[in-house]
T-cell receptor, first 114, second 117 residues
Framework: NAGVMQNPRHLVRRRGQEARLRCSPMKGHSHVYWYRQLPEEGLKFMVYLQKENIIDESGMPKERFSAEFPKEGPSILRIQQVVRGDSAAYFC????????????FGPGTRLTVT | AQKITQTQPGMFVQEKEAVTLDCTYDTSDQSYGLFWYKQPSSGEMIFLIYQGSYDEQNATEGRYSLNFQKARKSANLVISASQLGDSAMYFCAMREPPGSSASKIIFGSGTRLSIRP
């Protein structure tokens, strides 16, 4: 039973480019959470999604950031027109839902903006 | 608002000694969950231990135990007989009540633990 998968593990983008981070939840999990970790800090919640629905996006920056979790395929965190301050580790976690909110973390994607 | 505070940015401990990592939290909810995660230099988040707010006994997992003092709102992690492989960042975290529409986890700023041989 594979765990949460994230790809790519490392991503380098120039300022102004777009970054797409993918997260495949554990088998049978229908809830996905995205967190961001800036250097030397703890993880900060960004967004919580269920299939085809955004449940809580209170931690998402108002501009340039978007997330989706389609009916088929992985969850995508999209950052448009990246800036140096977007450089961070982005973690995805999944949970089964249905009253069980235990979250299992993926290995993270390290985004570097040059 | 919920908040997690870890006041020790870094700690050095001699191998084989026990170590306590401090964590205090703030919440107005009666039902909540507390976690500790380990993040080694490779970057992944490794779940260590969980304590529910209604659990009467302190959680234990092998060499890890959680010293839960509900009245003081503290949830310190105790690692017995430390090993070199315990060197890592450690994060205390709290989850909103189960069943809430958004059970996000709130993390503290972390403690970097270094084990000396």
């Amino acid at each position: 039973n594979a765990g949460v998968m994230q790809n790519p593990r490392h991503l380098v983008r120039r300022r102004g480019q777009e970054a797409r981070l993918r997260c495949s939840p554990m088998k049978g999990h229908s809830h996905v959470y995205w967190y961001r970790q800036l250097p030397e800090e703890g993880l900060k919640f960004m967004v919580y999604l269920q299939k085809e629905n955004i449940i809580d996006e209170s931690g998402m920056p108002k501009e340039r950031f978007s997330a989706e979790f389609p009916k088929e395929g992985p969850s995508i965190l999209r950052i448009q027109q990246v800036v140096r301050g977007d450089s961070a580790a982005y973690f995805c976690a999944s949970s089964p839902g249905q009253g069980n909110h235990e979250q299992y973390f993926g290995p993270g994607t390290r985004l570097t903006v040059t | 608002a919920q908040k997690i505070t870890q006041t020790q940015p870094g700690m050095f401990v001699q191998e084989k000694e026990a170590v306590t990592l401090d964590c205090t939290y703030d919440t107005s909810d009666q039902s909540y969950g507390l976690f500790w995660y380990k993040q080694p230099s490779s970057g992944e988040m490794i779940f260590l231990i969980y304590q529910g707010s209604y659990d009467e006994q302190n959680a234990t997992e092998g060499r890890y135990s959680l010293n839960f003092q509900k009245a003081r709102k503290s949830a310190n992690l105790v690692i017995s007989a430390s090993q070199l492989g315990d060197s890592a960042m450690y994060f205390c975290a709290m989850r909103e009540p189960p069943g809430s529409s958004a059970s996000k986890i709130i993390f503290g700023s972390g403690t970097r633990l270094s084990i000396r041989p």
